[in-house]
Each structure stands twice: as structure tokens, then as C-alpha cells.
């Protein structure tokens, strides 16, 4: 996977799990913000954990590793094929030592998550993730947030393209050609 490709992945998980986000506002706004504290405790911790995993967020990181591998390969291999079966044996060995690096990652967002919600809001978003109407949500998330993203290009185009000719005929009413 590219990087450009890993960033549009990323993103989209993080915009699909922000645009479920406001659903919790009104139950987030009856509760007083936890104040930050400089290490949550375990269990507020497992409630942020339970969010980036049920909110498809943690489904990012994973795939990066066997990409990253295979990369990593066919660039060495491409010019020296006879490396071929002893990359393969070292790929496969270390395999499971990058694989934990992607449960780094998902504490490390649990970690960010848990700095911005308390544990009862991020109770509430996790149990939403395991309700059927979550779980759908976070199914259809890829293919909306294709969808969108499309729809995002043609919005800005179209935009841009209005703003510039409104901003023109404005200058142009003050006397500005551009």
C-alpha cells in the first residue's frame, strides 16, 4: 500500500467513525467532560479500545503489514531474484513480530480517543458499534465513504469554478479585470 493510499484509507475510517460521532452528542452533552487525566484507567482504556475496534477504525492498520512486506520484497527481489525463497522464509518469519506493531497502533488511537472522550461516552459509542444499526453502519462505511469522496470531487470542482466567477464579477464591478 502507498503511503497516498494508507493516508486515503486512514482517512476515511477517521471521517467514518467522526460522522458517527455527533449521534452520541445529546447523551455527550447531559454529562459533565471528564477533565483529562494523565493516564486513564484500564477500564475507560478498554471502552476507547472497543471504539476504534467496533468503529472499523482499527481495520486500517492491519492490511499495512502484508503490504509493507510484500513492498519491502519485491523491491530487494527485483534485482536480485535469487533472494526470492530466503525473503519469502524471512517475510513469514517476521510476520508476527510487525503484526503486534498493528495492536500498537490500535492502543495508541485508543489512547487518543480516550483523551477526548470519558468512558461513559465511549460505553455509548461502543455499544452503538455492536448494535445491529452499528455494525451496518460500519459495514456500509467503505462504500459511502467511496461514494462521498466522488461526490466531494465534483462538489469542490463545481465550487471553485462558482466562486472564481462570482469573485470575478464582483472585481470586475470595482473596476478589476482578472
Known amino acids: 500500500m502507498t503511503s497516498s493510499a494508507f493516508r486515503r484509507a486512514l482517512r476515511a475510517a477517521l471521517l467514518g467513525a467522526a460522522l458517527t ?4 452528542a445529546p447523551a455527550a452533552a447531559q454529562q459533565p467532560a471528564a477533565a483529562p487525566a494523565a493516564q486513564p484507567a484500564a477500564s475507560h482504556l478498554a471502552a476507547a479500545r472497543d471504539v ?16 509493507f512486506m510484500s513492498q519491502i520484497s519485491a523491491n530487494v527481489t527485483r534485482t536480485r531474484p535469487e533472494l526470492i525463497p ?7 518469519q517476521l510476520q ?7 495492536g500498537e497502533m490500535i492502543d ?5 480517543i480516550a483523551g477526548k ?7 455509548d459509542a461502543a455499544a452503538f458499534f455492536k448494535s ?9 462505511q467503505p462504500l459511502f465513504l467511496d461514494e462521498l469522496v466522488a461526490a466531494m470531487q465534483g462538489w469542490t ?8 466567477t462570482r469573485v470575478r464579477a464582483e472585481m470586475k464591478k470595482k473596476g478589476h479585470e482578472i
Open 96 to 102: 508476527p513480530e510487525f503484526e503486534k506493531q498493528a
Open 86 to 92: 530466503d525473503m519469502k522464509a524471512v517475510m513469514t
Open 157 to 164: 470542482e463545481k465550487l471553485s469554478t462558482e466562486m472564481m
Open 52 to 67: 476504534v475496534e467496533g468503529s472499523g477504525i482499527a481495520r486500517s492498520f492491519a492490511p499495512m503489514i502484508p503490504q
Open 117 to 123: 472522550m470519558n468512558e461513559t461516552e465511549l460505553k
Open 21 to 24: 460521532l455527533p449521534a452520541f
Open 108 to 112: 495508541t488511537a485508543a489512547r487518543i
Open 132 to 140: 445491529a444499526s452499528g455494525k451496518k453502519y460500519v459495514e456500509s
